[in-house]
């Protein structure tokens, strides 16, 4: 950060310098007869022509610089110093805007780098020592006080806080933490002091990975900026033949200057990297990773969007939905549950012991004895030497114990979630049923899609009621079930047959095919996922749907912005050629139009950066 600095001082050092030098030439002051505008030659113009030359020579790319340093020598060639001089740094404030708005993702990895810690404090058999944060390694057991940067993902094991991830997830609010979840290098420790369990290595961490994410962004594949570059250089031919007949036909050298300072297409050349980049820093802020500019394009003719269900549309977390109390005490039966649910590491295991815990904070569990896990049906064990069984309707068949007829709830419901049956003492107490739920807001993201002329289908490894009643509750109404890999991706190919494209919203893990085939795949989940930042070509870090409209958004408005710089440059050229032809601007006045071009370019893509999502994360329909 400190070096990118330095340089911007360096340039605008030598912009002022030559700046004043240009002011002192024009109310006549020289030194020894000698015009003053020279300073501003030596130190702008100089560079400009050095560069170009040395881009032509090594690279074979005629650039815009061309057309200037031809501008400058042919001013300076017909006694036109104070022009020449003029020319130069003008050219050069116009090249400073640009790299200034360009970095804005080269400035983000740097503040990224700086959240690196140098240091860790490893617990070594109860002793601490401090040691670098990148030999951490996978198990490794660390300690992290308030006001820390966390140095290594991993998991809580001991302590609670709250950890502010904006600088990972976009999330402007402080997150609380507690034992059994996980934290992410680079994040700041505001509160507790936490003993964490090192899940990845020091150099693999979700921070290193972020990094390199950025880094490996690449606006120059984009077909749009590469259509730009190659108009670029037919401008410079075209105003080079231009600014000849110009001089043939007027006999005037100042005109055909006048003609090269306008022509150089730098506002068309800026009107695409600028935009691009602008998009990409706006989406990285509220964490969303756009790993390939190009797909920016792609978006913008999108028509169906697809997604797959667990862990995208729903939370991939389990949650007791309906509890049917068959006995007389709802907290006995569920109390007697989470007690034997307590010894298997089922996930709706542990769901029905959090579920009894939020109910009953306070409250112990009975002791089990003999307990076993009944692999695919459930589980069974003692409870103050009577005997209690758990499990799906498999589990008592083989016990030859009829289950009980579910009454009073809906037949699709019932179909579309996991039953759980308890049986104690000879009888049954109870029967829970789980579902996986939809993320908050997911509906209002799905009516949003559909309001803007989406098409959303699901395509999911779910039996048919788990899919329709999910489908049905996001509104969502193209839906396929019992999907595997290759049912996903030849769904999509069949789509892509008729002429249409495809985004797919996955996890990144069961979706790599799907992902890879879709014109534009975008993965939910955190960084530390290598399955995820390999198969998409977005990615959201804050593992929030409710922003993909957003993402479109930006898409649709990034396109429209390239495409008025674009016009606007072009018309601009066209006219300011006109009146440096016919002699109404001169080469000084055709240097301020042509970079007020740039300028207004410049605006265009800063006005990108400056979008937020707020409208469209808020329950009301718009416009994407």
Request: glycine content about 6%; charged content about 20%.
């Amino acid at each position: 950060m400190n070096e990118k600095i330095k340089d911007y001082k360096y340039d605008i050092t030598r912009i002022t310098i030559s700046a004043i030098a240009l002011i002192l030439s024009f109310i006549n002051i020289k030194i020894y007869s000698l015009d003053i505008s020279w300073i501003a030659i030596l130190l702008c113009a100089i560079p400009i022509i050095y560069n170009s030359i040395l881009a032509l020579i090594y690279e074979h790319d005629i650039k815009a610089d061309i057309l200037v340093s031809i501008a400058i020598i042919a001013s300076i060639v017909t006694g036109e110093i104070f022009a020449a001089g003029e020319i130069a740094v003008i050219m050069e404030i116009g090249g400073l805007l640009e790299e200034i708005t360009v970095s804005t993702t080269q400035l983000r990895i740097e503040k990224l780098i700086e959240l690196q810690p140098t240091t860790a404090t490893l617990i070594n058999k109860n002793h601490e020592e401090k040691i670098n944060a990148l030999n951490l390694k996978e198990n490794n057991i660390i300690k992290i006080r308030p006001g820390e940067i966390v140095p290594a993902d991993g998991i809580i094991i001991k302590g609670t806080s709250t950890i502010d991830q904006s600088i990972i997830t976009g999330e402007s609010i402080p997150i609380d933490k507690t034992i059994n979840d996980e934290v992410y290098a680079g994040t700041i420790n505001n509160q507790g002091t936490l003993i964490v369990k090192v899940t990845q290595d020091g150099k693999e961490n979700s921070l290193q990975k972020l990094i390199k994410m950025i880094e490996d962004i690449n606006i120059d594949d984009s077909k749009i900026v590469r259509q730009a570059d190659k108009w670029a250089n037919y401008i410079v031919v075209m105003s080079l033949t231009i600014a000849i007949l110009t001089y043939i036909f007027t006999g005037r050298i100042t005109n055909a200057v006048t003609v090269l300072v306008v022509f150089c297409p730098c506002a068309l050349i800026l009107a695409t990297p600028t935009a691009i980049v602008a998009a990409i820093g706006n989406l990285s802020k509220y964490g969303i990773l756009l790993k390939n500019a190009e797909k920016l394009e792609s978006m913008h003719t999108i028509e169906n969007i697809i997604f797959d269900k667990t862990g995208t549309i729903t939370t991939g977390i389990p949650k007791v939905t309906e509890i049917i109390t068959l006995s007389k005490d709802t907290e006995e039966f569920l109390k007697i549950t989470a007690s034997l649910e307590s010894y298997s590491e089922h996930p709706l295991a542990k769901t029905m012991v959090n579920h009894y815990y939020e109910k009953y904070p306070d409250k112990e569990l009975y002791e089990v004895d003999d307990f076993n896990m009944e692999i695919s049906m459930g589980v069974s064990g003692t409870i103050n030497n009577k005997i209690c069984l758990i499990g799906n309707e498999k589990l008592f068949k083989e016990h030859d114990i009829k289950v009980p007829i579910i009454n009073g709830i809906d037949e699709n419901r019932i179909l579309s979630s996991t039953i759980t049956y308890t049986y104690y003492d000879n009888q049954f107490l109870g029967i829970i049923l789980i579902q996986d739920t939809p993320r908050e807001n997911v509906k209002y993201t799905m009516n949003n899609l559909k309001s803007n002329g989406y098409n959303p289908i699901l395509l999911t490894g779910d039996n048919e009621y788990v899919a329709k009643n999910i489908a049905s509750q996001v509104g969502i109404n193209t839906v396929e079930s019992n999907c595997i890999p290759e049912t996903k991706l030849n769904y999509i190919k069949n789509i892509q047959d008729q002429g249409e494209q495809v985004v797919m919203v996955g996890d990144g893990v069961n979706d790599v095919l799907a992902m890879s085939k879709s014109d534009v795949g975008v993965a939910m989940g955190d960084v530390g996922s290598d399955i995820t930042i390999s198969s998409a070509d977005a990615v959201f870090i804050n593992d929030e749907i409710k922003f993909l409209p957003y993402l479109l958004h930006i898409s649709k408005k990034t396109l429209k912005t390239i495409n008025r710089g674009i016009a606007f440059a072009m018309t601009l050229n066209i006219i300011a050629v006109i009146l440096g032809i016919i002699g109404i601007l001169t080469p000084i006045t055709g240097a301020l139009v042509h970079n007020v071009g740039s300028v207004i370019v410049i605006i265009f893509a800063a006005l990108i950066f400056k979008e937020k999502p707020d409208k469209f994360l808020s329950n009301n329909l718009e416009r994407i």
